[in-house]
């Protein structure tokens, strides 16, 4: 059991962080890399960069969960630099994709958004003095 703050949490197994890990950075690579549907929504504006920023937010949440407070912007640092890397093979590797910096936008919004709306509810939730 750690404490962080007021807040006491629970860490789970070495492996459960090793497989979840190399299981949520593939099913994430997968979703970047997959050619979008054609089932018509595509014609719905903003729906890409939505999908990009929650991908990156569960994400994110997965690794707040795993990892102590500190560590947080480290791993939400690598885990936009990561993003990068993504669009960049996408642009290089798949044919009729292309980099955005607006989808690097939403993937970096995801992990900002994710790491805030963490903390808040944890000071919110645990640091009250009501």
Same mark, same amino acid.
């Given at each position: ?6 807040? $006491? ?14 299981? #949520?950075?593939?099913? !994430? ?15 719905? #504006?903003?729906? &890409?960069? !939505? ?34 890397? !993504? ?7 798949? !044919? ?6 607006? &989808?690097?936008?939403? &993937? ?7 790491? $805030? ?10 640091? $009250? $003095?009501?």
């Amino acid at each position: 059991m750690i404490k962080e703050g007021n807040f $006491s949490k629970q860490q789970p197994p070495r492996f459960v962080k090793i497989f979840g890990t190399i299981f #949520v950075l593939a099913i !994430l690579t997968y979703l970047h890399f997959m050619t979008p549907t054609s089932i018509g929504i595509e014609g719905i #504006v903003g729906i &890409d960069k !939505l999908a990009h920023l929650l991908m990156f937010f569960l994400t994110m949440i997965w690794f707040v969960n795993i990892t102590l407070n500190p560590y947080w912007n480290i791993i939400g640092c690598l885990l936009v630099l990561y993003a990068l890397i !993504l669009e960049w093979m996408q642009m290089q590797f798949f !044919l009729g994709r292309s980099f955005e910096w607006l &989808d690097w936008f939403a &993937d970096f919004l995801g992990v900002v958004v994710s790491i $805030s709306l963490w903390r808040f509810f944890i000071n919110k939730l645990f640091n $009250s $003095s009501v």
